[in-house]
C-alpha cells in the first residue's frame, strides 16, 4: 500500500475515478474507499448523463435549462465549463466502451427529463452511472500507479503550515495509517442519509463535507438539498429510487382518485423542476388525504420493461408490475446542491486540498440541479482537479457575493448526543421540503448541543471506532445544513421556507458560507 504516495484519492465515484485515470501517468495515486470500491452514488444513478449532442441542441440550450434550473444562484463560468467540456469527456465514455443505448439506426439514443428542453440524456437502460463506473473501474484496474485501499475509515485531513500534506485513516483491519501526498482530493460523493427518507446509499453520509470543514475549509450553499418526488413509497421497502426518465417517456403522476393533477401545480406538468415536482406530490397527498401513484398504464408494456429493467424487477420484488399498477411514489433527499466551496478546477479554500463531484460545490447547480447533470458534474470537474492538482500550492479565492451560516450561542453545559435515528427524524421533520424559522431554530439547538457532546465523546472512543465518526460527520453535517436553512430568510430552487415563501433576490441571490476558523 502507498502510504506516501504522490495523490490521494477519497472516493470511487465517477469523480474519484476519472481524477485517478488523469493522475495515474504522473505518479502513484491511493484510492481510499469506505465500503466495496463499487459502493457509491454513481452506481445508484439510473435515468442518465446530460449532454448536447443531438442536432436541435446545444451547449448555448443546455446551459440555459441549466441556468433556469438553478433558481438564480448557478456560477454561469462553471455551467459553460460542465456543458462545453461535457461533449469531449462523454465522447471518451463512449470510446472506451460505455453501452450506452442507440436506436434503430445505430445513433445514441436520448432521453427526455424534467426541465430540459430537448431529448439530451444518454443512458444504458436505467442503471447509467453502474455502466459508467464498470468502464472506469476497468481503465484503473489496469494502472499500475494506483492502488485502492478498501473499508478505510478516514478520519481526519493532515494540516500543517495551513497546508492539507495528506489523509489519517484506519485500514480495514482497524490499523492506523498515515498517507502523505502532494495533493488530496475529496470525491466523497453526497449526504442523502441524513435524512430519513432518501433515495442514497447506506455510505452517503457526508464524510467529505465534515473532513473539509474541520480542517478549516468553507462550505457553501448546504441550505439546498433536491430531494426527488419519485421514490418508491411502499410500507416496509427500501426508498428505492424511481427514475424520471419515467416521466419524461410519458408516466404520469396521478392522485388516488386516478387523477393527473400537476399541471394545476406548473405549466410544465409532470416534466416541472424537480423542487416543484417534489412539493406538489406532499401537497397533493394533504389535500386528497391519500397517496399519488406514478402511472405508465398507458404505454407500450413490452417498452417499459425493455427500457427500465432493474426499476421493473425492484417493483416485483414488492408485488408491483411497473407497466401496469399504479407505482406509489414520494418524496426522498437526493442530492446535495451546496458542499466544499471550490473553484471551477477543484481547489478548496486550502492548498493541497481539492474536491469533485457532489461533494463539491461549483455554484455550477445554483439552488437546484437540473436532471442527469450530475454524472455530467463528476466526469467532468474530476478530470479537471487532477489536471490542477499538478499544481498543488494554489488554493480557491473567494467566489461571488458570500454570507456566512447563521451562528448560535455557544451551548451551555447541557450536551446531549442524539442517535443516528434521531438525527434523521428530525432533518427529514424539521428541515426537509418545508422549512419554518421555528422548526429550524429548535434543530438547531438539539444539533448544536449533540454535535458538542459527539466531539467530546470521540475524545473517549477508541480511535477505529467506525460508528463513532460516522455518527460525528452524521451530526456534523447536519449542523451545518440547518445552520445554512436557518439562516436564508426567503424560498430559492430546492429551499422552501413557509414564513419566507417568495425570492428575495435584493438580500439573498447570494451564497452562504460556513467555515470551521470563524
Known amino acids: 500500500m502507498y502510504l506516501s504516495p504522490d495523490f490521494v484519492v477519497i472516493g470511487s465515484g465517477i469523480a474519484g475515478l476519472r481524477a485517478a485515470i488523469a493522475l495515474a501517468p504522473l505518479g502513484r495515486v491511493l484510492i481510499l474507499t469506505k465500503a466495496e470500491p463499487t459502493e457509491s452514488n454513481t452506481g445508484y444513478a439510473q435515468g442518465g448523463i446530460a449532454v448536447a449532442l443531438g442536432d436541435d441542441d446545444s451547449p448555448d440550450l443546455h446551459a440555459a435549462d441549466t441556468i433556469k434550473a ?14 462545453e467540456q461535457g461533449l469531449p469527456y462523454v465522447q471518451e465514455l463512449v470510446d472506451w466502451g460505455t453501452r450506452f443505448d442507440r436506436d434503430g439506426d445505430g445513433r445514441l439514443s436520448r432521453g427526455r427529463e424534467a426541465a430540459h428542453s430537448v431529448r439530451r440524456v444518454l443512458h444504458a437502460g436505467d442503471a447509467t452511472g453502474r455502466e459508467i463506473a464498470r468502464v472506469l473501474w476497468t481503465r484503473v484496474s489496469e494502472l499500475k500507479s494506483v492502488e485502492t485501499a478498501n473499508h478505510a475509515l478516514v478520519t481526519g485531513l493532515l ?12 485500514d480495514q483491519l482497524g490499523f492506523p495509517r498515515d498517507a502523505r501526498a502532494t495533493a488530496t482530493l475529496l470525491a466523497t460523493g453526497g449526504a442523502g442519509r441524513v435524512f430519513r427518507e432518501t433515495t442514497n446509499p447506506q455510505v452517503a453520509t457526508g464524510d467529505g463535507v465534515a473532513l473539509a470543514f474541520h480542517a478549516g475549509a468553507r462550505v457553501a450553499d448546504l441550505e439546498f438539498i433536491q430531494f426527488h418526488p419519485t421514490a418508491l413509497n411502499v410500507p416496509g421497502a427500501p426508498r428505492f429510487l424511481i427514475s424520471e426518465a419515467l416521466r419524461g417517456d410519458g408516466g404520469r403522476l396521478i392522485n388516488g382518485r386516478g387523477q393527473a393533477f400537476m399541471t394545476r401545480y406548473h405549466p410544465d406538468g409532470d416534466l416541472a423542476p424537480r423542487d416543484v415536482v417534489a412539493r406538489s406530490i406532499v401537497r397533493e397527498m394533504n389535500m386528497t388525504g391519500g397517496s399519488v401513484f406514478l402511472s405508465l398504464a398507458h404505454l407500450d ?53 481539492f474536491a469533485a463531484g457532489e461533494v463539491a460545490c461549483t455554484g455550477v447547480h445554483g439552488a437546484n440541479r437540473l436532471a442527469s447533470n450530475s454524472l455530467l458534474e463528476g466526469l467532468v470537474f474530476g478530470a479537471r482537479a487532477a489536471t490542477a ?9 473567494l467566489a461571488g457575493n458570500r454570507r456566512y451560516a447563521v451562528r448560535p450561542p455557544p451551548i451551555a453545559d447541557q450536551r446531549s448526543p442524539l442517535t443516528t435515528t434521531d438525527v434523521r427524524d428530525l432533518m427529514w421533520k424539521s428541515v426537509g421540503l418545508f422549512r419554518t424559522r421555528e ?68 438580500h439573498w441571490k447570494t451564497h452562504v458560507v460556513d467555515d470551521f476558523t470563524l
Open 439 to 506: 422548526g429550524m431554530e429548535g434543530a438547531v439547538a438539539k444539533l448544536e448541543a449533540s454535535y458538542a457532546a459527539h466531539r467530546d465523546a470521540l475524545d473517549s472512543a477508541r480511535a477505529d471506532d467506525a460508528d463513532a465518526w460516522k455518527q460525528f460527520n452524521l451530526v456534523t453535517v447536519a449542523r451545518l445544513i440547518a445552520r445554512a436553512a436557518l439562516g436564508r430568510l426567503e424560498s430559492r430552487g430546492a429551499h422552501y421556507r413557509d414564513d419566507f415563501p417568495e425570492h428575495d433576490d435584493i
Open 70 to 83: 438553478g433558481d438564480g444562484l448557478c456560477d454561469e463560468a462553471a455551467v459553460r465549463v460542465l456543458v
Open 159 to 170: 494540516v500543517e503550515n495551513d497546508r492539507v500534506v495528506g489523509v489519517r485513516f484506519h
Open 301 to 353: 408494456a413490452d417498452y417499459v420493461t425493455k427500457r427500465f429493467p432493474t426499476i421493473a424487477d425492484m417493483c416485483r420484488q414488492v408485488r408491483l408490475d411497473l407497466a401496469h399498477d399504479p407505482i406509489p411514489v414520494g418524496p426522498a433527499a437526493h442530492y446535495v446542491m451546496g458542499g466544499v466551496d471550490t473553484d471551477q478546477w477543484g481547489r478548496t479554500s486550502i492548498p493541497g486540498l
Open 389 to 397: 492538482m499538478q499544481d498543488a500550492p494554489s488554493a480557491a479565492p
